[in-house]
């Protein structure tokens, strides 16, 4: 064996080392500082037209809407999945309540009886400014949505340009929805 | 006796005691104090004992519901079956670190028991290093992930443990796995003690093989168990997702397996020597990185740990000391061990170079198919998803070479063979694979679920063909091959069955690469065929069991009008958790599994419908048979080993005895 193939052979293995290492390193302090999140669900449609649909409202909430009432918007509006089965989204209520003192929210119930849905939205005082109900899911698919609570922030024109795939509070919406309200 | 306080205490002598283990025998040995190297064997006993001691508190902790213990608290509770609360010891971060350190200790156990006949510097520092590594990972132990804390006020009763976590295979799992991770510490101990002797020789090779090949025997083991786990309990009916956690242990597996190969060459032509001290630390480091990447949570798996960014950085400031240490070591002293002779490309030296570079390249299509989505993220911070497409793509052109050479390398010589010689010897296994082509054509399609399984015929032919020529069968009388197969070594027989092992895994997954399912929601009473079979829902009923309540389908098989099997899958859910589990049933005849699974009602009265899952799947046992016949090759091979290790000492004995 020369020189120079013992010299790769050792080089090679450091390198690679090296560079995995920095590269973990890098990983690791992103994760502690929240700018890396492994588990973070990239949703396709951000920065894509919302897609078309029409539901139904719940009883005693009012009529649903469309996707063309949502376009016709002068405002950004944030639309937020969730389902009186889902214990994040209980958890996720004052928080929403919160942000829409702010900016309007219009809620769809995924996947849940009418009924339960309209007592879960009214129990404590609606956050929604408008509610529809996906009673089978179908509209939650194209948009993308992979569990519940999910929020997008929709633009006047019917754009999304955020997605969120977590319980919302203020917090989030200080660090991640009001910067993009400003730039609109 | 057994309390938390008394195991944690035991932790903590156990570290000390590891790194008197690193320190005083390194120090003897460059002062060549043969007192202070010969201590190396009673610390490495010693920390042993106390590591055991401090295992068994955290066992007895958990056996006698002490939920003061977090661990316990987190992990256990009083309904649990006594089996779940020993094995739940290490289902949980904190417990499995503390397994890992201790099958660590055992290791050098192993190496002061087993290793009598090895120089008294070398297994000095051997044992040096594998102190060195428990030292970091009992600190490890200690410093973040302490599984002896204490929570006051105690809870009555703890939170259980995942159900899908209560399973015998699973229970088992971590400890053979790990033992594979682990035991492959020591040929990395043997090489890092190997560049700062600067001194590799054929001895050396004979020495690290069989632990080389122990630790590869629970790799194998462990990662055939836990496919056969994600098959039977997860209910997919895939049985490999080519996820994080999985090529975690499938990085260490391909270059430990380079390594039983080229250490063989070391031991035989004293050649491959610096390549295979490398693969000795690579294996090592692969697995150690496959423990940090699991357990820091940067990977995206679906075997989530809680993930907890301090402790990753604990780990990855081992794994720099380790790994870069040894690195470095290695591209300091490396240069000094001198390489002997050229080979020839067609010999056995040649087709095990021919192995290695295979192995590894399959290595490295993994290990890019695993690291890219994270770095891809780091880099351009856009999340993409290497999947099956990618790993299928990339791995199997590299593996129908492989198979090819499986099957002529134990056929040839070492040194120089003649092709034609070589050739004559496989004309039987080549005529053999010639129909399993054909056979392959009628059963399979896609070409290459044929070419592979006409490939692993063709090894599983030559391996056998090989083993009957050397006990002359055909060519010598009976009592000749009599003869012949009490001497032919047990490490021919061992490569033949780990060979033939592997053939039958392949076509175990060729097999599978033909598996028929279907998604059908009925009434009960109503049939749907699959696969030529025709599969009826008798009855669906719901009954309580110990901590859950499940729902139970009959579901029975016919095949031309003739019952097969009535299969029960059942539905759990854990109340406590609120956590749903599918308990899979499995009909299999070793030829092709019937699997069922039962999903969600639909409905209610007359009109009520199940959706059912039904897979009819080829072979599928085959493939982790072939492991346990690849791990059980392993263990022939090591038996021979261990005599032949012992052989020169005994025959010392005997001229003394004579003179």
């Known amino acids: 064996m020369n020189a120079t193939r013992r010299g790769i052979l050792t080089a090679v293995p450091i390198i690679g080392a090296g560079v995995l290492g920095v590269g973990f390193w890098r990983m690791l302090s992103d994760m502690r500082s929240g700018a890396f999140d492994p588990r973070a669900i990239k949703n396709p449609n951000v920065g894509k037209p919302i897609p078309s649909f029409a539901m139904p409202g719940l009883p005693g909430l009012g009529d649903g809407f469309t996707d063309a009432e949502l376009k016709a918007q002068h405002r950004p509006v944030l639309i937020n999945f969730f389902a009186s089965w889902c214990i994040p989204c209980v958890a996720e209520m004052p928080g929403l309540r919160a942000i829409s003192r702010n900016m309007p929210i219009w809620g769809i119930a995924y996947e849940d009886k009418p009924e339960n849905a309209a007592g879960f939205v009214q129990r404590d005082g609606s956050p929604y400014a408008r509610v529809a109900s996906d009673r089978h899911g179908r509209v939650a698919i194209d948009w993308g949505v992979t569990g519940v609570p999910e929020s997008f922030l929709v633009a006047p024109g019917g754009r999304i340009i955020w997605h969120g795939s977590a319980a919302l509070d203020p917090q989030i919406y200080e660090a991640e929805i009001r910067p993009r309200l400003a730039g609109l | ?659």
């Open chain 2, 1 to 659: 006796m057994f309390g938390p306080e008394q195991g944690h205490f035991a932790l903590a002598l156990a570290c000390v005691l590891a790194l008197v283990q690193f320190a005083v025998p390194l120090w003897g040995a460059s002062r060549r104090d043969a007192r202070l190297v010969g201590l190396a064997p009673y610390l490495a006993v010693s920390q042993l004992i106390a590591l055991g001691y401090s295992f068994l508190c955290l066992v007895m902790c958990a056996v006698s519901d002490d939920f003061s213990v977090q661990n316990v608290a987190a992990n256990s509770a009083v309904s649990k079956p006594l089996l779940y609360k020993i094995t739940g010891v290490w289902g949980n971060h904190e417990g499995s670190v503390l397994l890992w350190t201790l099958i660590l200790a055992a290791c050098g156990g192993a190496v002061s028991l087993f290793g009598r006949n090895l120089p008294d510097i070398l297994r000095g520092r051997v044992l040096a290093i594998l102190g060195g590594v428990s030292a970091g990972f009992q600190m490890f132990c200690l410093l973040t992930s302490d599984p002896f804390e204490r929570v006051f006020p105690a809870p009555m009763d703890g939170q259980g443990m995942n159900p899908l976590l209560q399973d015998p295979g699973l229970a088992f799992h971590p400890p053979i796995l790990y033992t594979g991770y682990v035991g492959f510490a020591v040929p990395f101990a043997f090489a890092v003690a190997a560049l700062i002797e600067g001194r590799v020789d054929a001895a050396w090779g004979r020495w690290v093989r069989p632990w080389a090949v122990a630790a590869w025997c629970f790799l194998t083991c462990g990662i055939a168990l836990g496919s056969w786990w994600s098959y039977y309990v997860l209910g997919w009916g895939g049985y490999w997702f080519w996820d994080p956690v999985e090529n975690a242990s499938l990085i260490p597996w391909l270059t430990g397996t380079a390594l039983v190969h080229s250490a063989i060459v070391v031991e035989k032509r004293e050649g491959l020597k610096i390549w295979t001290v490398l693969l000795a630390i690579a294996t090592f480091s692969f697995s150690l990185s496959g423990t940090f990447l699991v357990r820091s949570g940067i990977l995206n798996s679906v075997h989530a740990f809680a993930n907890d960014p301090a402790r990753g950085v604990f780990i990855l400031a081992l794994l720099a000391i380790v790994i870069g240490g040894s690195l470095a070591l290695f591209a300091w002293r490396a240069p000094s061990l001198t390489s002997t002779g050229l080979f020839s490309p067609i010999s056995r030296e040649g087709s095990l170079v021919l192995n290695n570079i295979l192995l590894c390249s399959i290595c490295a299509v993994v290990v890019t198919g695993t690291m890219y989505p994270p770095f891809m993220q780091l880099l351009a911070g856009r999340t993409i998803s290497v999947g099956k497409p990618f790993f299928d793509a990339a791995t199997i052109p590299l593996t129908l070479p492989l198979l090819l050479a499986m099957g002529v390398g134990t056929a040839l010589p070492w040194k120089r063979a003649q092709l034609a010689r070589t050739f004559s010897h496989l004309y039987a296994a080549a005529g053999i694979a010639a129909i399993g082509v054909v056979l392959c054509f009628w059963r399979l399609s896609g070409i290459m679920p044929i070419a592979c399984g006409a490939l692993a015929i063709w090894v599983i032919a030559a391996s056998a063909s090989d083993v009957l020529r050397r006990i002359g069968i055909g060519h010598t009388s009976p009592r000749g091959v009599w003869e012949r197969m009490k001497n032919l070594p047990r490490s021919s027989w061992g490569a033949a069955l780990a060979h033939i092992g592997a053939g039958i895994t392949v076509l175990g997954l060729c097999g599978m690469s033909q598996a028929q399912h279907a998604i059908v929601e009925i009434h009960i009473g109503e049939t749907r065929s699959l696969g030529g079979d025709d599969w009826t829902l008798l009855d669906v009923h719901d009954y309580i069991g110990p901590n859950y309540k499940a729902m139970q389908a009959d579901l029975a098989i016919r095949h031309n009008g003739k019952l097969v099997t009535i299969l029960h899958p059942e539905k759990r859910d854990f109340t406590t958790q609120s956590q749903t589990t599918t308990e899979v049933a499995i009909h299999t005849n070793f030829i092709t599994d019937l699997y069922g699974v039962i999903g969600d009602r639909h409905g209610t009265g007359k009109d009520t419908t199940y959706v059912l899952r039904l897979h009819r799947n080829p072979l599928a046992p085959w493939m982790w048979l072939g492991g346990l016949v690849m791990a059980i090759g392993g263990a022939f091979s090591l038996s021979d080993r261990r005599m032949r290790i012992g052989a020169p000492k005994r025959a010392a004995a005997r001229n003394m005895a004579r003179a």
